[in-house]
């Protein structure tokens, strides 16, 4: 190609050239929109872009003056209508209100916190055990446990992970005038909310 | 059509013409080789595995009606298949012990093609397609166990994810895209994969892995099915448990071609190097060995170093494996403290094994040279086969035998179908097949015995396989064929059959001990066509072997020819 080009025009392209160029351009260009479609493949369903209610098991939305000190609850969330993905466990979290000397007492949402409940290790569901002397999560298939102040594996195979692995995805809540508590439209990035089944990195 | 003449009637003008038309298609590419005789199966079971390929196709197929993927349903309607549909048991027991076969088919195909040196010569596509597709084959089988979805199954997808995630950079990506989000996703997904893309990325392989030469072995075909079949009947599959993620499971381990990996994670090291780096380092190193292999010889007693490798893979795997299955029995232990594998010890014994691998094959190899050198000094023993004379009313007698023996299996067969003993039936079912093996082996065995002429009668008959001199195939034709008595044995004495290949036998190792087809030998005269071709540009390269290496090439060749 380039010793067909006239020898002294250093500068100038031969139309040869300019149109393998343009063809290459356009071969480029017509592909181009197709690389979006690479979104087909995963699942949109966690693309929420509105707050949505906390809703508790019995139907009611979660209220920071009802809902008890050293409690939790599984929440659905995102919840549909169909009982099949309701009962996914990618879309169930534990709300939990702290005990007292953790700020459970305090009315606001800081005296809340709500994790994924599928385990780091290995996806078996955890729960959270307000018993005196347990007050943490704990998944009953290998022994993991988790700190309900933020989240991290303190014991069990989950521990051992390295992070992002180690801890737990959450969820940010907001409180409305009511004292209605309210989920956050969340990031799902092991920078934010973390990724379900995966984890979240801990900001110091 | 009337018949005409020559006695073509309109269906054989039909089939004529079908088969006119196939002449233009790939498929006359193909030359298939059906052995007239017993030849061992290491030369096929590339073609093995590809019959297994087919089975599970079937059964699969058949199985797709009844199965339903959907995150609540799966495991139902597994159960559903293997205790309430009419033949469902069988079918889904045919496809779990047909997977495992193809795997390890697989597996011994490539390992035997790796240590006759056959990647090499032009051969290289293949066998890098053949890579691939073992890969493959393994992701179709993990990705059928998953679709259960029973306690192990999730364990398994839950760790498959978590790797898929730690590949660094695009990891999650991958992962979102191929899992998609939650067990619901995956459940489908992998059933896609496992039903529609892998099986279509396979085919697609198999056609460019194919050679040009196939053996179709109809009762080593049929031996592989009836064992698949017994041994459905006799380890008949279970269900597993179902999962529930709320309630513990137990310790499961997962199917034998994974243990290997999933001794390396129980080390609980970081998942990215144990899970994904370490089995990609294999899956690399076999990849290009074609390209790293200089030797100019095939067989493994000249190729130490490549030899030696491929021994301490296979070490390697057989111990990772094993170790894999092993969890400490003591239930006092903690759970965690049962699983985890001291990761010290587990990879001092894993670089321990590659100088014992290395000092075994130069051990071998040292050993193996040393016979042959003993064996040429030696005069020549008489070969060690002894052929079993039938006479030919007893052939018919066999084969009438065993066909009465088949009309009870049937009979059998029936009715432990009646009476519900589904795994039973399985195993007779199996048997059929192999007795059925055995049918055509014999069959095959009178047909070709009754093309040899009979032997010429000899005057003071030596009793058979004394022969000191097996070279000299009936020196003196006395009497015409016709003259010989009546109790003329099916087989010829065992002098005239070893003679041919005794004088092909020693020059090359890998073909005195493979089976010489028309196919296999014509491949071998291929390969070494293109290595002549080859050589002396290989010579200007200068490669660091020594000439001396290059001479004894060229007068092996030679001698093969």
Redesign the interface.
């Known amino acids: 190609m380039a010793q067909q080009s006239p020898p002294n025009s250093g500068r100038k392209v031969s139309r040869r050239d300019f149109l393998k160029l343009m063809t290459a351009a356009g071969t480029v260009m017509t592909f181009i929109p197709f690389v979006d479609w690479g979104k087909f493949l995963p699942n949109p369903a966690g693309n929420i872009s509105a707050k949505a209610k906390l809703e508790l098991p019995d139907g009611s939305q979660a209220n920071i003056k009802t809902f008890p000190v050293n409690h939790a609850e599984t929440v659905i969330y995102p919840k549909t209508n169909d009982q099949t993905l309701n009962k996914e466990s990618f879309r169930l979290w534990q709300f939990i209100r702290l005990p007292p000397e953790l700020g459970g007492n305090r009315n606001d949402v800081s005296a809340f916190r709500m994790y994924s409940q599928i385990c780091l290790h290995l996806w078996c569901l955890w729960k959270y055990w307000p018993d005196p002397g347990r007050k943490r999560g704990e998944c009953p298939c290998h022994g993991s446990m988790y700190d309900p102040i933020n989240g991290k594996a303190f014991a069990g195979p989950a521990s051992l992970q390295s992070p992002p692995s180690n801890v737990l995805p959450m969820l940010n809540l907001e409180t409305d005038g009511n004292g209605n508590i309210w989920i956050l439209p969340p990031i799902w990035s092991p920078n934010a909310n973390g990724i379900v089944g995966f984890g979240r990195f801990l900001k110091v | 059509m009337v018949a005409t003449v020559t006695g073509e009637n309109s269906l054989v003008t039909f089939l004529r013409w079908i088969y006119a038309g196939i002449d233009r298609t790939i498929f006359m590419g193909l030359k298939f080789t059906f052995p007239g005789r017993f030849v061992s199966p290491l030369g096929f079971l590339g073609m093995i595995t590809f019959v297994l390929f087919i089975i599970l196709g079937i059964t699969g197929a058949l199985l797709m009606l009844w199965y339903e993927p959907?995150?609540?349903r799966a495991w139902n309607s597994v159960q559903n298949i293997n205790n309430t549909i009419p033949y469902g048991f069988h079918i889904r027991n045919i496809h779990y012990h047909a997977s495992n076969a193809m795997v390890m088919v697989a597996l011994l195909h490539m390992y035997y093609q790796y240590f006759s040196g056959r990647y090499k010569i032009r051969n290289e596509i293949i066998w890098v397609t053949g890579v691939i597709i073992g890969v493959l084959t393994i992701l179709e089988a993990f990705t059928g166990y998953d679709i259960i979805f029973s306690e192990r199954a999730?364990?398994a997808i839950?760790?498959a994810?978590?790797l898929t995630?730690s590949i660094p950079v695009l990891g999650?990506q991958l992962?979102?895209?191929?899992f998609?989000?939650?067990?619901?996703?995956f459940v489908l997904r992998f059933y896609a994969f496992h039903v529609f893309f892998l099986p279509i990325a396979l085919l697609g392989l198999m056609v460019v892995h194919f050679p040009r030469f196939l053996v179709f072995d109809v009762p080593m075909v049929m031996a592989v099915a009836g064992a698949i079949m017994i041994t459905g009947g006799v380890f008949p599959i279970d269900l597993g448990t179902k999962f529930v993620?709320?309630?513990?499971?137990g310790i499961t381990v997962p199917e034998w071609y994974l243990t290997g990996l999933y001794a390396f994670l129980r080390t609980?090291y970081?998942?990215f190097v144990t899970g994904v780096a370490w089995p990609g380092l294999l899956i690399l190193t076999l990849l290009v060995m074609p390209f790293v292999d200089r030797y100019r010889k095939f067989s493994w007693k000249d190729r130490p170093l490549v030899t030696a490798i491929g021994i301490t893979s296979i070490a390697q795997i057989m111990v990772t494996t094993y170790w894999g299955f092993y969890i400490d029995p003591n239930i006092q232990k903690?759970?965690?403290e049962r699983l985890v594998i001291d990761p010290i010890f587990f990879y001092s014994v894993m670089l321990m094994l590659v100088p014992l691998s290395f000092g075994f094959t130069y051990m071998m190899i040292k050993l193996a040279k040393n016979a042959e050198v003993k064996a040429k000094l030696q005069p020549k023993k008489p070969s060690g086969k002894s052929s079993i004379n039938i006479p030919e009313n007893w052939i018919y007698i066999v084969f009438v035998a065993l066909l009465a023996f088949q009309i009870y299996l049937n009979i059998a067969a029936y009715y432990a179908v009646l009476s519900g003993m589904k795994n039973f039936s399985l195993f007779i079912v199996g048997i059929i097949m192999l007795v059925f093996a055995g049918m055509f082996h014999i069959y095959r065995h009178a047909k070709t015995m009754a093309k040899t002429p009979p032997p010429p009668p000899k005057p003071m008959a030596p009793p058979a396989g004394a022969k000191p001199v097996p070279s000299a195939p009936s020196p003196i034709p006395a009497g015409l064929p016709g003259t010989s008595t009546s109790g003329k044995p099916l087989s010829p004495p065992p002098a005239s059959k070893s003679a041919p290949t005794a004088t092909q036998g020693p020059a090359h190792e890998t073909t005195s001990t493979k089976p010489v087809s028309s196919g296999t030998a014509n491949i071998a005269g291929a390969t070494n066509e293109g290595r002549s071709q080859k050589t002396p540009s290989s010579v200007e390269t200068s490669t660091p072997d020594p000439a001396g290496d290059l001479n004894g090439n060229v007068r092996d060749t030679k001698k093969i020819r």
């Open positions: 959907e995150l609540d999730e364990l839950s760790i994810a978590s995630n999650p992962r979102d895209a191929f998609g989000g939650g067990f619901h996703d993620p709320t309630s513990p499971p609980q970081d998942k903690s759970l965690l």
